[in-house]
T-cell receptor, first 112, second 112 residues
Framework: QKEVEQNSGPLSVPEGAIASLNCTYSDRGSQSFFWYRQYSGKSPELIMFIYSNGDKEDGRFTAQLNKASQYVSLLIRDSQPSDSATYLCAVGIDAGFQKLVFGTGTRLLVSP | DGGITQSPKYLFRKEGQNVTLSCEQNLNHDAMYWYRQDPGQGLRLIYYSQIVNDFQKGDIAEGYSVSREKKESFPLTVTSAQKNPTAFYLC???????????FGPGTRLTVL
């Protein structure tokens, strides 16, 4: 069973701080990695994807991938109360990039 | 506006009844997916389709059925054989490039 693990949280950070969300995966052959944001009662929204080792930045978000350690993280700089949501890590498990395995998500709370 | 629509937003069903959830997209995506989400659990794949008139079972297909007669539409039927159907159902589609899946707003099904 291919697994994606996340700490359920909640992760609490003050407004303006950096939030660090982490995810580990079991399938060493995985090639694509995604972060989704899900507000309570809503559907997931894709915010970042990364395929290569290293960092990828998009605005206040940075995704980090370390394939040797099977570890992917999401950093949110200058956290805002509107960032409070559950963040889902998803890993592509097949070569055709068709199927994703999702973690259970980390709940982030940003306090004013 | 391009996007994915799901209807209805809320659905109530009596035990023993079949019910069909609608998913439509005008993004011209070939690949479409159905997931269910339960509290405290990650998204679990029910069925997916890579092309019209073709679909594959996901991890939890028992008690569900799908069809893919048109590129734009991928309806999901929850049958009376599904033992615990109360959940949040999410439809997604994926563009040809490996850029993740995009979700519709979801249907919340409650079995009374």
């Amino acid at each position: 069973q291919k697994e994606v693990e996340q700490n359920s949280g909640p992760l609490s950070v003050p407004e303006g701080a950096i939030a660090s969300l982490n995810c580990t995966y079991s399938d060493r052959g995985s090639q694509s990695f995604f972060w989704y944001r899900q507000y309570s009662g809503k559907s997931p929204e894709l915010i970042m994807f990364i395929y290569s080792n290293g960092d990828k930045e998009d605005g206040r978000f940075t995704a980090q991938l370390n394939k040797a350690s099977q570890y992917v993280s999401l950093l949110i700089r200058d956290s805002q109360p509107s960032d409070s949501a559950t963040y889902l890590c998803a890993v592509g498990i097949d070569a055709g990039f068709q199927k994703l395995v999702f973690g259970t998500g980390t709940r982030l709370l940003v306090s004013p | 506006d391009g996007g994915i629509t799901q209807s209805p937003k809320y659905l109530f069903r009596k035990e023993g009844q079949n019910v069909t959830l609608s998913c439509e997209q005008n993004l011209n995506h070939d690949a479409m997916y159905w997931y269910r989400q339960d509290p405290g659990q990650g998204l679990r794949l029910i069925y997916y389709s890579q092309i019209v008139n073709d679909f594959q079972k996901g991890d939890i297909a028992e008690g569900y059925s799908v069809s893919r007669e048109k590129k734009e539409s991928f309806p999901l039927t929850v049958t009376s054989a599904q033992k615990n159907p109360t959940a949040f159902y999410l439809c997604a589609s994926r563009p040809p490039a490996k850029k993740g899946q995009f979700f519709g707003p979801g249907t919340r099904l409650t079995v009374l």
